[in-house]
């Protein structure tokens, strides 16, 4: 399949506040971006631009396929040559597909709306839509967009060409530190840039991560545990190993939990299995509350390695690094790749910069209110 790197017509879901249209499980909302590519798209090779339509109002159509939004693009099965699967989860399988009229490759996951129904996750997933579809940074990946027919909702995805990140893992047993200080640099960039949309709570195990083209990862959470393949330790209820304490003890938790699973996800790299691994979930969840943190003599990991995810298994959040603080830990700067590294460090000092505008900012009104 040739792959010509560029976004397909219709990029994100709406997410305006409007009722879903009749029976479809999910609001129509094939709203064009301006510019696709401008986004995510990595290494754009191609320019063809598909033809951008915007809109606000949706209407559904009666007919099976589609719902039609005024004046964009909607996306039908017929826009799409779906070519090999690449996964497959309970819901249904995603494939590789390439969009018609641009060459644009995607994956394209299929998930059957009677077992969506059957779950009562549609609400889930309609949620998952929203979110990541307004998220554009280069280690999350995309969601261009969403279509359905009668027994079918399709999700057009982002294509990471070097597939799940767990497999890699398994094969290769553990990362080298550099690879590994890379990755968590990177998704550190990604979970602050969420955080800062106050978007919390990724799921960052290491089967919700894709590998993109040029080795960068991906996060491709947002459908939940149930798109993860059925290879690894998993329970109905899912894996406790990548949870803190405060979640795990059912206590209030914020954004500190994302630090904590990064933490997990670096030792995990390292080491090649989870921190706080047993027998069974009880045991699991004991070394959890505990932090029962242990570094094996094999393999060898560096002081620096074993320091950084010392700094994020705190048990109290608060004292856990912060993800913007991620960036400037010493074996993050000494390993991370060069790239990823200023791009975090960059993303990071935006965002100070703004939070400290914005409280100069209040200072001057609350100074101003003050006055006579
Ligand atoms: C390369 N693979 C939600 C629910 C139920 C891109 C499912 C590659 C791949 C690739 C989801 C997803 C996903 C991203 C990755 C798909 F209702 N977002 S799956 C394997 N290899 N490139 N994508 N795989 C519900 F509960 F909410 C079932 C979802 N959502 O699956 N979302």
Redesign the pocket.
Known sequence: MASKQQGPTAAGAGATGAAAAGRAPLRPANRGAANPSAAAAPSAAATTKPSAATTTTTTTTKKETTTTTTNAKVWTLDDFDVGRP??R???GA?YLARERSSGYVV?L?V?HKQQ?AASR??H??RR?VEIQSHLRHPNI?R?FGYFHDRERVF?I????AK??LYKELQRSGRFSEPKAATHVAALAGALAYCHAKHVFHRDIKPENL?VGLGGQVKI?D???S??APSGRRRTLCGTLDYLPPEMVEGREHGPGVDVWGLGVLAYEFLFGGPPFEAAGHQETYRRIVRVDLQFPEAPAVSSGARDFVRAMLKRDPASRLSLDAVCEHPWIVANADAAVLLHAQQQAAGRRAAAAAAQTQTQQQQAAGGAP
Not at 157 to 160: D, F, G, K, N, P
């Open positions: 690449l996964g989860g309970k819901f995603v994956a996951k998930l969506l996750v549609e889930q997933l998952e990946l969601l999700l995805l982002e294509y990471a597939g799940e894709l491709a947002f459908g939940w149930v798109h």
